[in-house]
């Protein structure tokens, strides 16, 4: 199906083949990656008209060189896809054509008989969609059935406007070319030159004649065995209907069909949006209710400052999106508090937040999945092998959550420089975005604050933070006495989806265990 020429000794490009009468043909989805080795026929990219799409193969085996061509961008015949590095020798699948239509047109009233039109080798393809009804008017071009193969699926137009007199297919029928589809009532002038015979009409018995449908240029792909137009990992659905769902951003593997084989009708798509807008699922939360709250009293009203809009926002997806649980413990910080002390004397300024962060990175190590976040798919996780803390700090503007990296490579001086310079540098509204990319975990501490404990918002995309509280002395029993112990209030909120009960409570037990003894942290 695909062009193939030479280009050096072992680079060949592989082009667009002729899929018809398409001109500028979007790209969709990119099935291969620079660097596979790929096997002859395998589908390369996915393209997309209106009408169809189809998997598009590459004739050759090879290893993908380089990829010219990005999702999004309007390909033609002959347009390099990819280039393949020592394929085989040329396995060139004749190109499909379509077959010619003879020119006719009538001017008077006419039944003309639509018939299936070359779709290629195939035979025996099943109608799964009648997309008019009798005594509907339909425009030419507009799409009667869908007829699929195992392959590929492919609505149908007529090539002539006209009323629906009679359906000549049910649901289920096999139809080979030439098979009457249906009978169109039009008029001379609306035969396109498209079509074959017709017949005028007659009152008594209305005689049809055999028409061809011409396919259509945004259906004239034929079902041909190397096109497929239901990518392997997909649902079940016409072309429009996935078309309709890109644009309205649906994925239709969480869409149930209930057409035949499990076929995502028009009914389905609207029916899972209805439900989504209607269910509580965030885009349609009640609305509280707007309150005059001058009739109770004196008022002011302070517009939000942009930050607030930002985190606000950004929470509140994290807030519907991730499935928190938090939990927490309480650490013994007698000896880090010792130490702190033993530190302020000589001058040297450390809170607990620096050993805190060390604490995490240590943790971090031992449970990677702490430190990580879910892909697009949200079907694989990404560890990240980088130690990158967002520490959220409070400013006159609001809260940002700039970054500190690498914080195993710094030592607690180091880090406590680097927070009083960052948190500075937050308060005069002097951060730059990049200050405020890639963590891989949060602390969140209002223990300079007060509070008991609190429960933080998973600040996606990561999968946990840490909240902090503020420390308080305690009376432990040690098994004989209460002994006067200073604690430290901690809390993990966690994405439940990643990370289960008791990897989050081995995470806080190991956090603990740590920042209780600190000698690890000093090394
Ligand atoms: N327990 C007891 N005392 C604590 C403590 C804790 N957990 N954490 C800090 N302190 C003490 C510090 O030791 C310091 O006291 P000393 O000067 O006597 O040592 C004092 O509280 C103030 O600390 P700090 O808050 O200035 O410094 P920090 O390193 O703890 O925190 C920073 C730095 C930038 C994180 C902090 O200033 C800040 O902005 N906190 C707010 C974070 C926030 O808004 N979180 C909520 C996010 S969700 O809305």
């Given at each position: 199906m695909i062009d193939e020429i030479c280009t050096m000794s072992a680079i060949k490009n592989i082009e667009l083949p002729d899929?018809?009468?398409?001109?500028?043909?979007?790209?969709?989805?990119?099935?291969?990656?620079?660097g596979d080795t790929i096997a002859a026929d395998e589908s390369i990219i996915t393209l997309e008209s209106d009408k169809a799409s189809m998997e598009i193969p590459t004739p050759q085996a090879g290893v993908v060189a380089n990829i010219n061509v990005s999702i999004g961008d309007k390909i033609k015949q002959g347009d390099v896809v990819i280039e393949l590095e020592n394929s085989e020798e040329d396995k060139k699948t004749p190109k499909p054509t379509a077959k010619k239509t003879n020119e006719s047109k009538q001017l008077n009233t006419q039944i003309v008989a639509v018939n299936v039109p070359d779709?290629?080798?195939?035979?025996?393809?099943?109608?799964?969609?009648?997309?008019t009804a009798v005594g509907d008017n339909v425009s030419e071009e507009d799409s009667i059935i869908t007829l699929e193969s195992d392959k590929a699926s492919m609505e149908i137009p007529t090539p002539v406007s006209g009323k629906v007199t009679d359906i000549n297919v049910k649901l289920g029928d096999k139809l080979s070319l030439g098979d009457l589809i249906l009978n169109i009532e039009t008029t001379g002038d609306s035969v396109s030159e498209k079509t074959t015979d017709t017949t005028p009409i007659a009152p008594a018995k209305p005689e049809t004649a055999p028409l061809a449908v011409a396919p259509s240029p945004a259906s004239k792909p034929t079902l041909d065995q190397s096109i497929s137009t239901l990518p392997s990992s997909e649902s079940h659905a016409s072309p429009s209907i996935r078309k309709m769902a890109r644009e309205i951003g649906v994925?239709?593997?969480?869409v149930t069909g209930t057409?035949?084989?499990?076929r995502i009708l028009d009914i389905d798509l609207k029916g899972y949006v209805k439900q989504i807008l209607t269910s509580?699922?965030?885009?349609?939360?009640p609305k509280t209710p707007v309150i005059d709250f001058s009739k109770f009293g004196e008022v002011e009203t302070v517009a939000l400052s942009r930050i607030n809009k930002l985190s606000g926002k950004h929470l509140s997806a994290c807030w519907l999106n991730i499935p928190h649980v938090t939990q927490f413990d309480e650490v013994n910080i007698d000896q880090m508090e010792a130490f702190r002390q033993e530190q302020k004397n000589k001058g040297i300024k450390l809170t607990p937040l620096v050993f805190i962060m060390k604490a995490v990175i240590q943790a971090l190590k031992k449970h990677p999945r702490l430190n990580a976040s879910l892909d697009e798919s949200e079907e694989n996780l990404i560890l990240k092998k980088y130690f990158n803390l967002g520490i959220a700090m409070d400013t006159p503007n609001g809260l940002v959550v700039p970054v500190i990296k690498n914080v195993e490579k710094k030592s607690l001086t180091e880090l406590a420089t680097e927070l009083a310079e960052t948190s500075a540098k937050a308060r005069d509204g002097k951060l730059k975005p990049g200050d405020m990319q890639g963590a891989g975990f949060t602390i969140s501490s209002l223990g300079g604050i007060g509070g008991t404990q609190f429960t933080p918002i998973v600040n996606?995309?990561?999968v946990a933070i840490l909240g902090v509280s503020r420390a308080q002395t305690k009376p432990i029993w040690d098994g004989k006495n209460f002994i006067p112990t200073l604690t430290l209030p901690l809390a993990l909120s966690y994405d439940h989806r990643v990370i289960d009960g008791a990897q989050g409570g081995r995470f806080m037990a190991d956090l603990n265990s740590i920042l209780s003894d600190i000698r690890e942290i000093l090394l």
């Open positions: 899929i018809g009468d398409f001109d500028e043909v979007e790209v969709i989805e990119i099935l291969v990656n620079i779709i290629g080798d195939f035979d025996e393809v099943e109608v799964i969609e009648i997309l994925d239709l593997s969480r057409g035949q084989k499990g509580g699922s965030g885009a349609s939360l996606s995309p990561e």
